[in-house]
Nanobody, 124 residues
Framework: QVQLVESGGGLVQAGGSRRLSCAAS????????MGWFRQAPAKEREFVAA????????LYADFVKGRFIISRDNAKNTVYLQMNSLKAEDMAIYYC?????????????????WGQGTQVTVSS
């Protein structure tokens, strides 16, 4: 069992930056692929970024390429999402997820554990 706790959400101005963190419990974090997803009001949850177990593979949704960076620190059991050049449309609840598969994946069904989410609000 893996427990995930996101942090770092809050209010940020359009064009600004924010770094989200996701702390994982358990001794097997380094063997999990990790992902970030988001859900805006009245919208489906969507893929944002994912990283493989050893950071060798990273995937990004087209709408965040060049703006967001996913990374992980296996020694700290933590995955990060650095968000730059934030836009109003980035406003959502951001969820961290863990997959027992070691490779990064973009599908929701590929993830076994989910955090509670952290709200990111972008003001224009």
């Amino acid at each position: 069992q893996v427990q995930l706790v996101e942090s770092g959400g809050g209010l940020v101005q359009a064009g600004g930056s924010r770094r989200l963190s996701c702390a994982a419990s358990g001794r097997t974090f380094s063997t999990y692929a990790m992902g970030w997803f988001r859900q805006a009001p009245a919208k489906e949850r969507e893929f944002v970024a994912a990283i493989g177990w050893n950071s060798g593979m990273k995937l990004y949704a087209d709408f965040v390429k060049g703006r967001f960076i996913i990374s992980r620190d296996n020694a700290k059991n933590t995955v990060y999402l650095q968000m730059n050049s934030l836009k109003a449309e980035d406003m959502a609840i951001y969820y961290c997820a863990a997959s027992r598969g070691m490779r990064a994946a973009s599908g929701l069904s590929g993830y076994d554990y989910w955090g509670q989410g952290t709200q990111v609000t972008v003001s224009s």
